[in-house]
């Protein structure tokens, strides 16, 4: 079966797609020109994900979110609230905060020993006495990033009259409350440095039609062939892909594959019993997890069947992707270097409930054999490495994402030949239209 896609407005009239076309333009992705007017018109626009609410436990604790020549920190304050601040100093515009993430009593800036509270106000200035005239204190505070939390998950937005988070993702928030996000724990946090485009990363991430080709190990365990997408306004899509099935392109095999015989034996399931109806492991999964999930620690009441079973993947608009499973969610993306087009930054955070909710060692029974992280551990170390580190097997973002990153910098360096003009999309390729189509809207409005 060939993939579907359907358009959902938002209550707020805005319609899924713009009225014109983007064409893909090879220029886009390597030009200064595109680079400053997407950070114009994009990132200093938008919603965007920058970390967890479980990295700021108690006051003082922050992480800071770098993008571009910017930096904001986020941090929370003697009250409890999160608050995120520009990342610069009100004296003479030195960078405070040096470090990715830390805990503080007071924001003191390291270079002359100007003291803020967490709230951001301006308390203390060594020798005050000699400023003449005399320092305006209000109007020398940390200067405010609007800031939202959802689910867990913290987002920023550099423009003080953006619409709220929740106009600007509509259903999306509604579609995802099963989830609980804000329950889990953090799994891994991981960045690579990428010779590509962030746009570049993004289309990767927008289509299937390379599944086939470059990650042939998926048609054993999920239908890319079918998936079901969705397009919404801002830019934003998902695709839904049926887990625990084959690929439909092929004949449906008549042995249990093996991709599924652990994640079946995980669940106390026989393998065996399914030779010659393997098109009925996805139905018998989703109730024999409604059955063992409350008996290991873990309600699926919320879910729907296909949330139980099935891989669905959000994107949102610019840069955040979110592949999810009812068990475990990775959230992932692009962020552009600070000067060069043709280089980014690439976070993921995997999030998973705790395995004391979905193990039973002593029954060998999992609800999902990747759950590793427990209530008790440590915050994981942030990794930092190169695609260059993937390719040499010495880190990876799971086999998937290593298969995607090996290509990246290959397709960027297609965009700088003289034989590429523009790109040419099939229908499998509709999410990465409709991302280009309000890239260009956004760039258009600034
Ligand atoms: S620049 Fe921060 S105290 Fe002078
Ligand atoms: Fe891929």
């Known amino acids: 079966m060939p993939q579907t896609t359907v358009e959902e407005a938002f209550s707020d009239g805005m319609a899924p797609r713009t009225v014109t076309r983007a064409t893909l333009d090879k220029r886009d992705y390597i030009s200064e020109a595109s680079r400053q007017a997407e950070w114009e018109g994009i990132w200093t626009r938008c919603w ?7 990295d700021l436990e108690d006051s003082g604790d922050y992480f800071v979110y770098p993008l571009g ?38 924001v003191v800036c390291p270079y002359h020993g100007w003291r803020y509270g ?29 800031l939202a939390v959802w689910a867990g998950l913290i987002w920023i937005n550099m423009d003080p009259d953006a619409a709220s988070l929740e106009d600007y993702l509509g259903s999306i928030m509604q579609n995802l409350e099963p989830y609980h996000f804000e329950r889990m724990v953090l799994a891994k946090h991981q960045t690579v440095h990428l010779d590509a485009n962030w746009k570049t990363v993004r289309d990767n991430f927008l289509e299937q039609y390379h599944v086939d080709f470059i990650h042939p190990q998926h048609a054993s ?16 899509s998902a695709t839904m892909v049926e887990g625990f099935v084959t690929n439909s392109r092929y004949p449906t095999p008549e042995e249990t594959p093996e991709h599924l015989v652990m994640a079946l034996r995980s ?8 030779t010659g109806r393997v098109a009925d492991i996805r139905k018998a999964v989703q109730a024999r997890k409604r059955e063992l999930g409350p008996e290991l620690g873990f309600d699926y009441s919320e879910f729907s069947d296909s949330q139980i079973t099935d891989v669905w993947q959000y994107d949102i608009f610019p840069n955040t992707f979110m592949t999810i499973t009812a068990e475990e969610v990775w959230v992932y993306g692009p962020r552009p270097d600070a000067t060069d087009p043709d280089r980014c930054y690439f976070d993921k955070w995997t999030i998973s409930i705790p395995r004391e909710q979905g193990c039973d060692l002593k029954r060998k029974l999992t609800l999902n054999p990747r759950l590793v992280a427990s209530i008790d551990d440590e915050r994981p170390q942030h990794e930092v490495f190169t695609a260059a580190d993937v390719i040499a097997e010495k880190h990876t973002l799971t086999i998937t994402l290593d298969q995607d990153i090996y290509y990246l910098a290959d397709m960027q360096a297609g965009m700088h030949s003289r034989g590429f003009e523009c790109a040419v999309l099939n229908e499998d390729e509709v999410r990465v239209q409709h991302f280009h189509d309000w890239v260009e809207y956004y760039v258009s409005q600034h």
């Open 48 to 54: 965007l994900f920058s970390g967890l609410v479980s």
């Open 69 to 106: 020549r910017e930096s904001v920190v986020v941090l929370k304050d003697e009250q409890g609230d999160i608050r995120a601040f520009y990342n610069v100093c009100q004296h003479r515009g030195n960078r405070i905060f040096t470090s990715e993430s830390g805990s503080i009593q007071h």
């Open 118 to 146: 967490l709230d951001g106000l301006l308390r203390e200035i060594p020798d005050e006495q000699r400023f003449c005239p005399e320092v305006d204190r209000s109007q020398r505070s940390l200067k405010p990033v609007k």
């Open 221 to 236: 365990f999920v239908d890319c062939c079918n998936s079901e997408n969705v397009l919404w306004p801002y830019g934003h």
């Open 267 to 274: 669940l106390g399931m026989d393998p065996a019993e399914f």
